[in-house]
């Protein structure tokens, strides 16, 4: 079974700190990677997409080593909102159309 | 803006009931998939469609039936309620086999 494994945490950080979230993958074959975000009793939604290059979107920069097999997640200056729980995802390999995802990753941002 | 429309957003059945959880899209996505979430578990692939009249298994397919009739349509059947079945189930769609996918809000469903 492909596997994709996340600290669960919860991660509880002051405001203003700066935290990051590891995720390592078995599926050498894969291709895409995802981090979502998910709020409590809500639908998944995407966060930002992970390329090899690692990319950045304000305050969330998301890296991926594929010789590693391992994909992360850093915010800088943590907000209240951003308090949600983080799932790393990645697909099955050869374009096909099934994602895995990992168990999540618990994210409380304190005053 | 719908998105991904799922319905019913509640239900409680008992065990040995069928019923049908319904999912549409009104992005023109030809990739739809259904997905449980149970705590501690993360989110499983039950089936998905790669298009009108394509379905296929994903992880955890027992206990659940799918068609695609139509782009928009992807319901999900439950043929005969277990209390295992009880969970959060999330449909999704994507425009592509690797893009982004766009989830609907949930039916929580529990099984007595």
């Known amino acids: 079974r492909k596997e994709v494994e996340q600290d669960p945490g919860p991660f509880n950080v002051p405001e203003g700190a700066t935290v990051a979230f590891n995720c390592t993958y078995s599926n050498s074959a894969s291709q895409s990677f995802f981090w979502y975000r998910q709020d409590c009793r809500k639908e998944p939604k995407l966060l930002m997409s992970?390329?090899?290059s690692g990319n950045e979107d304000g305050r969330f920069t998301a890296q991926l080593n594929r010789a590693s097999q391992y994909i992360s997640l850093l915010i800088r200056d943590s907000k209240l909102s951003d308090s949600a729980t983080y799932l790393c995802v990645v697909d099955s390999g050869a374009g096909s159309y099934q994602l895995t995802f990992g168990k999540g990753t618990k994210l409380s941002v304190i005053p | 803006n719908a998105g991904v429309t799922q319905t019913p957003k509640f239900q409680v059945l008992k065990t040995g009931q069928s019923m049908t959880l319904q999912c549409a899209q009104d992005?023109?996505?030809?990739?739809m998939s259904w997905y449980r979430q149970d705590p501690g578990m993360g989110l499983r692939l039950i089936h998905y469609s790669v298009g009108a009249g394509i379905t296929d298994q994903g992880e955890v397919p027992n206990g659940y039936n799918v068609s695609r009739s139509t782009t928009e349509d992807f319901p999900l059947r439950l043929l005969s309620a277990a209390p295992s079945q009880t969970s959060v189930y999330f449909c999704?769609?994507?425009?592509?086999?690797?893009?982004?996918?766009?989830f609907g809000q949930g039916t929580r469903l529990t099984v007595v």
């Open positions: 992005m023109n996505h030809e990739y």
């Open positions: 999704a769609s994507s425009y592509s086999a690797t893009g982004e996918a766009f």
């Open positions: 992970v390329y090899s």
